[in-house]
């Protein structure tokens, strides 16, 4: 039998490229508005209806709007609620 040793897995484990704590499958912390319209199947209009209404949260870095994944996934969760005719607050 093959003894394992950390030379066998030398690839799979070389994340000095990255930040601390952040690995390539890390989600963002911030969506575009672009990204926020695929994401939800909605329109920019309709998007940026949401952030006007405050429904979704942003922040502006320089003159591009950034919107809080946190929010979207939020927004994401009562929609799907409001599908299956369960309750959201």
């Known amino acids: 039998m093959h003894q394992l ?8 484990l070389n994340t000095s490229r990255y930040r601390p704590g952040a690995l390539p499958h890390d989600p963002p912390h911030f969506y575009s508005v672009k990204e926020t319209c695929r994401i939800l199947s909605l329109g920019r209009t309709t998007v940026f209806g949401l952030l006007k209404n405050q429904v979704l949260s ?8 950034l919107v809080l994944r946190k929010s979207v996934d939020n927004y994401a ?7 299956e005719g369960g309750h959201a607050a």
């Not at 040793?5 to 799979?12: G, I």
């Not at 942003?58 to 709007?65: A, D, E, F, L, Q």
Request: a positive charge; proline letters at 0%.
């Open 77 to 83: 969760f009562v929609l799907m609620l409001r599908k």
């Open 58 to 65: 942003r922040t502006r870095y320089g003159r591009k709007t």
């Open 5 to 12: 040793n950390q030379s066998d897995f030398s690839e799979d």
